[in-house]
C-alpha cells in the first residue's frame, strides 16, 4: 500500500519527445467568433428563409445553435435585443401548450398558421426523438401505436400526414420506415440502426419465425454467400427460444414454400447450418460450413 | 533520427565483453528480423549450429517499437533455430512489455553470442549492463526467474526468462515475458549459453521527429482503420449499428449482454460501435471466441495485451479449480498458447468446463516451464506416435518391416518396453478429467527433463548413436529430427496420417492452403521460412469480415489493376476435389505484399496479429484502409520520409538478405542444395497436392506457375529461386551478391 502511494505521487516520466510543431501549425490561429450584430443577422435570416422558402416555423434549438457559447443568458440577452429592433421587428415566437418555442417572419407566416405549424413541428420533433431513441437505445423499431401514444390528441390521419412531411424534411432523412409480412408499418433511424436489421425486426414482428429464418437463411445464402449456422437464430433478437428452435426448424422444412432451404448436420462437430438451394451449391454450402465449424477452430 | 536510439547492445558470454555499437549499419534494414537477418549474415559462420557459441540469439526490436505507435510492443527474437534439422534461422515472436522498455533503456537491439560456463542472467538498466551469477535461478521455472529479478530490479523491471524446458535443451523451447507473451523455439538457445533470463529497465525517452499535433493526427487516422485482433472490421454478431448489416467470422466477439464475468464487477461488453474509440480495447472478447459461450465469458477476467496496443487480445481467466491442482486460478494466455500443453489430453469436449480447466492448467505448466508446442506438431506427433495403429501396407510405405510392426503403434514401436511401461496410458486413455490432467502434467515434466534412458541429459548425437531416450526426450527433441530416426514418422508426415499437416525441414503449416480463398499465396508463404511462417496478413485480411466481394475491390484498388483477376478465390474450397481456382498475378502480388508486410511488421516492428490496415470499419470510408499506413508511421517517427513503395522496398531487402543467408547455410550443410532454393528448400509435402479434408488442393501444374510468379515478383531467379545481380544491386546489397557468387550461390 504505501508502495502504490509514493508511485501515486511521481510525476510519470516523459517517454516521448515530439519534434517541433511546423511554423504555420505553431501560429496557426482559430477563426474570430462572429460579433454579435453578425449572430442577429444570421438569426433573422434563418428565420425569414425557412418561412419564405418553406412556409415553415423554425425551431428554439436552431436559433440557439446559432449563437456561439453555451451559457443559455447569453442565447436570450441576444433574442430580447432582437424583440427591440425594429430591424427584426418581423421575427416573431410562439409558444405551444407543452413549451415548445418556434421562431417565425411575420412577413411570410401569420400568427395563426405559426401556431398550427408549430404544433407540427412539435410533432415532427417528438417523433424523430422516439424513433431515434427506440433504435439506439432500445434497439427495437417504433410501430404506428406507439406514435399515437406520443401524441394522443391528434388523429391517426394527422399523424400519417405529419410522417409524410417528415419524409421531404432533410432534418428527419433518417428516420425510415419498414413495412412487414403483415402490413404493418414500423419506424426506425438508420443514423443507428441500420437497414437490414431493421428489415430483419420487421420480419420479426410478423410473428412468422419460418419465414423469418428462411429470409434470413436466402439472405446470406444470395450476399456472402454462405450458409447460416441455425445457432445465429438464438440472439436476442429474434425472439427464439432455444428449445423451440430446432422444433421451429423442421416445421420450416416441411412447407413447401420454403423448398429451397436446406439443412445439414456437420459430422464431426453436431453443427446444423441451413441454406438456400436457390443462391447456392449444396457442395459450396458444406464447405463453407466445414471451414467455419473445424477448420477455423483448428488454425487458431 | 527518431525512433532509433542509435546504439545497439552486444553481450559476449563467452568473454563477458558487453559493446555498445552504433545503429547506423542496420538502418537499412529497420530492426527486428531485418537487423537480425544482416547480423547472421555479416557474422554467423555457415555451418554454425544452434548450440554452437557461435549461434547469436538477437532481441530485435525496431524504429517503432517504444514510441507509443499502436500495436508496436513487439520482439522478434532470431537464432538459428534448435527444431530446425538444418539449424537455420528462424524467429520468435512476443509482445508484452519488454521490447518498449529496452527502447527506453537506450537500445536498438540486443545481439548475445557466445556462452557462459555457468549460468548468468542479463542485468539492464539504462547504461548499466551486467552479466550476473543465476547459479541460484537455474533450474527453477519461468515465474520463480521472473520474481527473483523483480526483486532485484524492482517491480517496473520487464523480464524475459527461460524455463527447465530452456535449461535442458528441448529443442522446442521458448524464452518468456509479461506471464504470457512467448516467443517460440528460442528457449533451448538461452539455454545452450547458460543465459537464464535478461530483466530491463529502462528511463530514456524516444524522439518522434514528428510535431505533437502531426502524430496526434495520424494515430487518429489509424484508429479509422483499426479494427479488433487478427483483422476484423465487422463484428461477429449481427448488430443494429453496422450500417449494411455485415456480420461474422471475425474476433470482433464483444456483443449486447456479454461480460467478462469474472471481472469484480462484471464487465459488460456490449455493441462497441466502429466509431467510439474508447471501446476499441473491449471489442475482441477472445475469452468468449476461444472458450465459448458460457464457459469463457464466465471464467474472464478482463482481455490484456503489449504496450501501446488498443487492440487487447491475451485472455486473462479465473479458474478456482486450478487450486486443486496446486497452481494459482489466475492465468492468462492467448490463441494456441491456450492450447499447447493441454493438446496432450484427449477426448475432452471443446468449450466445456473440463476444457478450460485443462487448458488454463496447461498454461500454467507450460509457461513455467518454457515449452514450446511448434505450434501444435509436437501434439499431432504424439497423437500419431501414441494412437495411430500401423498397417501392412504403411510400413511397407514408410521401408519398416511389416511382419514385426503391423498392428504396433509407432511408441509401441520406439519406445523400450521399460520405457513404454513407464508411461501411464492408463490415465491418457482415461474418460474422466483428473488422469488426463495428471497425465498431462506427467508427460510435460518429462519434456521438460529431456533425459535419456539411462537418466543422463538427452543430447541428439545420442539419439543418433542409437542409445534408448525417454518418451519426452523424443518429443523434446523435434518432429524434423525424430523423423529421420523413425521412418514411419517420416511416412506419416509425407502422406498426413492422423492429418499431422507437417510442410518440411522440421516445421508444421500455419495458416496454410485451409486459408479460406488463398491456398496458393498461403502455400507460397508456407514455403519460404525454415518454421511455420506465422505470417498473419494474408487470413487478417480474408479474415476481416467483409467476404471476398469487398476485398477484391480493395486490394485491386491499393495494389492493382489486375483486370478481374481476382487474388482471392469467392468461396471455399469444395469436396470432393477441394480444387483451387488456378494462379493469377492478383495472387501473386497477394503472396508477396502479404509476405513483404509480414517483414515489415516484424521489423519495424509491428503486430502481424492484427495488421494489414487494409480494411476499415468504417462505412464512411467504403470500408477502405490504407496501403501506407507503415510507412506513414515510419515517416512520422524517423523523420525519414519513404513511400509505401518504398518501405516495400525496404522489406524486399530483408527477404532477400533472409533469402542469402538460408542458402549460404542450406550449402554448406549439404553442397548443392542452396544454390536450388525452388526445389531443395521451397517444396510442398506430396499430401498438399491431395484432397485432403476441407483444404484446398493444389494443382501441382499450378503450383510451379505460382512459385514463377512469386519470384518474378521478388527479382528473384525463376529456376533457383536465388535473388538476381540486378535485384540484389537495387536493394543496396551488392556486397551480398558478391559473396554469393563467390560462394557460387548465384542463379
Redesign the interface.
Known amino acids: 500500500m504505501q508502495?502504490t502511494e509514493e508511485r501515486a505521487e511521481t510525476p510519470d516520466?516523459?517517454?516521448?519527445?515530439?519534434?517541433?510543431?511546423?511554423a504555420e501549425?505553431a501560429t496557426e490561429r482559430k477563426p474570430a467568433e462572429p460579433t454579435v450584430a453578425e449572430i442577429k443577422a444570421k438569426i433573422a435570416e434563418t428565420v425569414r428563409t425557412n418561412a419564405e422558402k418553406h412556409s415553415m416555423v423554425t425551431p428554439a434549438d436552431v436559433v440557439f445553435a446559432l449563437v456561439p457559447g453555451s451559457r443559455p443568458e447569453d442565447k436570450t440577452a441576444i433574442l430580447d435585443e432582437m424583440a427591440a429592433d425594429e430591424r427584426y421587428a418581423d421575427i416573431k415566437a410562439v409558444t405551444t401548450a407543452s413549451g415548445g418555442a418556434f421562431f417565425f417572419s411575420l412577413t411570410y407566416i401569420d400568427p395563426d398558421q405559426a401556431t398550427s405549424k408549430s404544433r407540427i413541428e412539435e410533432t415532427k420533433l417528438a417523433i424523430a426523438e422516439k424513433v431515434r431513441g427506440d433504435?439506439k437505445n432500445a434497439?427495437k423499431l417504433t410501430s404506428v401505436g406507439d406514435l399515437h401514444d406520443l401524441v394522443p390528441g391528434m388523429e391517426p390521419d394527422e399523424i400519417a400526414a405529419v410522417l409524410d412531411g417528415m419524409q421531404a424534411d432533410p432534418k428527419y432523412a433518417d428516420v425510415k420506415s419498414v413495412t412487414a409480412s403483415t402490413g404493418d408499418h414500423f419506424f426506425y433511424s438508420?443514423r443507428?440502426?441500420?437497414?437490414?436489421?431493421a428489415?430483419?425486426l420487421s420480419r420479426v414482428a410478423a410473428n412468422d419465425p419460418c419465414a423469418t429464418i428462411a429470409a434470413m437463411v436466402r439472405d446470406e445464402s444470395r450476399i456472402?454467400?454462405?450458409p447460416t449456422c441455425v445457432q445465429?437464430f438464438t440472439?436476442?433478437?429474434f425472439h427464439i427460444a432455444l428449445c423451440e428452435l430446432r422444433p421451429i426448424v423442421d416445421a420450416m422444412l416441411q412447407k413447401p414454400e420454403y423448398e429451397d432451404i436446406k439443412l445439414m448436420v456437420h459430422p464431426k462437430t453436431g453443427g446444423v447450418y441451413l441454406y438456400s438451394s436457390r443462391y447456392l451449391?449444396e457442395?459450396?454450402a458444406?464447405?463453407?460450413m466445414?471451414?467455419?465449424e473445424?477448420?477455423?477452430?483448428?488454425?487458431? | 533520427m527518431?525512433g532509433w536510439t542509435g546504439k545497439v547492445l552486444r553481450v559476449d558470454l563467452s568473454t563477458g565483453v558487453i559493446t555498445k555499437e552504433s545503429t547506423d549499419k542496420y538502418k537499412g534494414f529497420l530492426g527486428g528480423t531485418g537487423l537480425a537477418y544482416k547480423v547472421f549474415w555479416d557474422e554467423v559462420p555457415p555451418g554454425t549450429t544452434a548450440f554452437d557459441p557461435a549461434n547469436r540469439i538477437i532481441f530485435g526490436v525496431g524504429p517503432l517499437t517504444?514510441?507509443?505507435t499502436p500495436l508496436s510492443g513487439r520482439v522478434s527474437v532470431t537464432s538459428l533455430f534448435p527444431i530446425s534439422p538444418l539449424d537455420l534461422p528462424s524467429t520468435g515472436h512476443m509482445g508484452g512489455h519488454w521490447g518498449p522498455e529496452l527502447k527506453?533503456a537506450g537500445y536498438d537491439s540486443l545481439i548475445i553470442q557466445g556462452a557462459s560456463a555457468t549460468p548468468v542472467w542479463l542485468y539492464i538498466k539504462d547504461d548499466v549492463v551486467e552479466i550476473r551469477d543465476a547459479s541460484r535461478m537455474w533450474g527453477n521455472g519461468i515465474y520463480r526467474a521472473t520474481s527473483d529479478i523483480m526483486d532485484i530490479m524492482g517491480?517496473d523491471a520487464q523480464v524475459a526468462a527461460i524455463g527447465q524446458c530452456g535449461e535442458n535443451l528441448v529443442r522446442s523451447s521458448n524464452v518468456m515475458t509479461g506471464r504470457s507473451h512467448s516467443a517460440g523455439g528460442v528457449g533451448a538457445v538461452m539455454g545452450s549459453k547458460k543465459l537464464k533470463a535478461i530483466g530491463v529497465i529502462g528511463?530514456g525517452?524516444?524522439?518522434?521527429?514528428?510535431?505533437?499535433?502531426?502524430?496526434k493526427d495520424l494515430v487518429d487516422f489509424q484508429r479509422t482503420i483499426l479494427g479488433a485482433n487478427s483483422g476484423g472490421v465487422v463484428p461477429n454478431?449481427?448488430?443494429?449499428?453496422?450500417?449494411?448489416?455485415l456480420y461474422?467470422?471475425t474476433r470482433w466477439t464483444a456483443a449486447?449482454?456479454l461480460y467478462w464475468g469474472a471481472a469484480s464487477p462484471p464487465v459488460h461488453t456490449g455493441d462497441c460501435t466502429a466509431d467510439d474509440l474508447n471501446s476499441i480495447g473491449i471489442r475482441t472478447f477472445k475469452g468468449y471466441a476461444?472458450f465459448g459461450a458460457g464457459v469463457g465469458d464466465k471464467h474472464t477476467v478482463k482481455i490484456g495485451g503489449c504496450h501501446a496496443c488498443p487492440i487487447r487480445c491475451h485472455i486473462a481467466t479465473d479458474v478456482p479449480a486450478l487450486e486443486n491442482y496446486g497452481v494459482s486460478r489466475f492465468q492468462v494466455n492467448t490463441?494456441?498458447g491456450n492450447?499447447s500443453v493441454s493438446g496432450f489430453t484427449q477426448g475432452i469436449a471443446?468449450r466445456s468446463e473440463d476444457n478450460i480447466t485443462a487448458s488454463q492448467l496447461g498454461v500454467a505448466l507450460g509457461d513455467n516451464y518454457g515449452w514450446w508446442s511448434d505450434y501444435g506438431l509436437t501434439q499431432a506427433d504424439f497423437g500419431f506416435c501414441a494412437e495411430h495403429v500401423l498397417t501392412a501396407e504403411e510400413c511397407t510405405g514408410a521401408g519398416i518391416d511389416p511382419v514385426a510392426n503391423a498392428g504396433k503403434t509407432p511408441y509401441q514401436i520406439r519406445l523400450t518396453p521399460t520405457e513404454y511401461a513407464r508411461v501411464p496410458w492408463a490415465k491418457y486413455n482415461a474418460t474422466t478429467l483428473q488422469p488426463k490432467l495428471e497425465f498431462m502434467v506427467w508427460i510435460t515434466t518429462e519434456i521438460a527433463n529431456n533425459l535419456m534412458a539411462d537418466k543422463t541429459p538427452a543430447t541428439w548425437e545420442k539419439m543418433q548413436a542409437g542409445q534408448p531416450a525417454t518418451l519426452g526426450a523424443y518429443i523434446a527433441v523435434g518432429s524434423g529430427r525424430l523423423e529421420q530416426l523413425w521412418p514411419e514418422l517420416k511416412y506419416a508426415h509425407e502422406v498426413n496420417l492422423e492429418g499431422i499437416n507437417y510442410i518440411k525441414l522440421g516445421h508444421i503449416k500455419?495458416?496454410f492452403t485451409?486459408?479460406?480463398g488463398t491456398a496458393y499465396p498461403a502455400a507460397i508463404l508456407n514455403m519460404l521460412y525454415n518454421r511455420d511462417p506465422m505470417c498473419h496478413t494474408h487470413t487478417n485480411f480474408t479474415g476481416n469480415g467483409l467476404?471476398p466481394?469487398k476485398n477484391n475491390p480493395i486490394f485491386d484498388e491499393l495494389f492493382g489493376p489486375f483486370n478481374g483477376e481476382l487474388a482471392i478465390d469467392p468461396?471455399?474450397?469444395?469436396?470432393?476435389d477441394?480444387a483451387v481456382p488456378p494462379m493469377n498475378r492478383a495472387k501473386a502480388v497477394f503472396a508477396y505484399m502479404c509476405v513483404i508486410y509480414m517483414e515489415l511488421h516484424n521489423s519495424l516492428t509491428l503486430c502481424n496479429y492484427t495488421l494489414p490496415g487494409w480494411g476499415s470499419p468504417l462505412k464512411s470510408r467504403n470500408y477502405r484502409g490504407a496501403r501506407d499506413l507503415e510507412a506513414q508511421f515510419y515517416s512520422a517517427v524517423t523523420?525519414h520520409t519513404v513511400t509505401a513503395t518504398q518501405i516495400e522496398d525496404i522489406g524486399l531487402r530483408i527477404l532477400t538478405i533472409f533469402r542469402a543467408v538460408t542458402a549460404r547455410i542450406m550449402e554448406a550443410r549439404n553442397p548443392g542444395t542452396g544454390r536450388d532454393q525452388r526445389n531443395n528448400h521451397d517444396i510442398m509435402p506430396e499430401w498438399a497436392f491431395h484432397a485432403h479434408?476441407?483444404?484446398g488442393t493444389l494443382d501441382r501444374t499450378q503450383w510451379e506457375i505460382a512459385k514463377d510468379m512469386f519470384y518474378d515478383q521478388c527479382g528473384w531467379d525463376r529456376a533457383t529461386g536465388l535473388p538476381t545481380q540486378a535485384t540484389y544491386d537495387r536493394l543496396g546489397l551488392s556486397d551480398v551478391a558478391a559473396a554469393m557468387a563467390a560462394a557460387g550461390l548465384m542463379p
Open positions: 508502495k516520466k516523459a517517454r516521448i519527445v515530439f519534434g517541433p510543431e511546423p501549425k433504435s434497439v438508420n443507428h440502426m441500420s437497414d437490414y436489421y428489415l430483419v456472402y454467400p454462405r445465429v440472439q436476442d433478437l451449391e457442395r459450396i458444406w464447405a463453407e466445414h471451414y467455419q473445424v477448420v477455423v477452430p483448428a488454425n487458431p | 527518431g517504444g514510441t507509443g527506453f517491480v528511463t525517452a524516444l524522439k518522434i521527429e514528428a510535431s505533437k499535433s502531426a502524430w454478431t449481427l448488430q443494429s449499428w453496422q450500417p449494411d448489416g461474422g467470422g449486447n449482454g476461444d490463441c494456441n492450447s471443446s500455419h495458416h485451409e486459408s479460406a467476404k466481394v468461396s471455399a474450397y469444395a469436396a470432393p477441394y523523420g479434408s476441407g483444404a
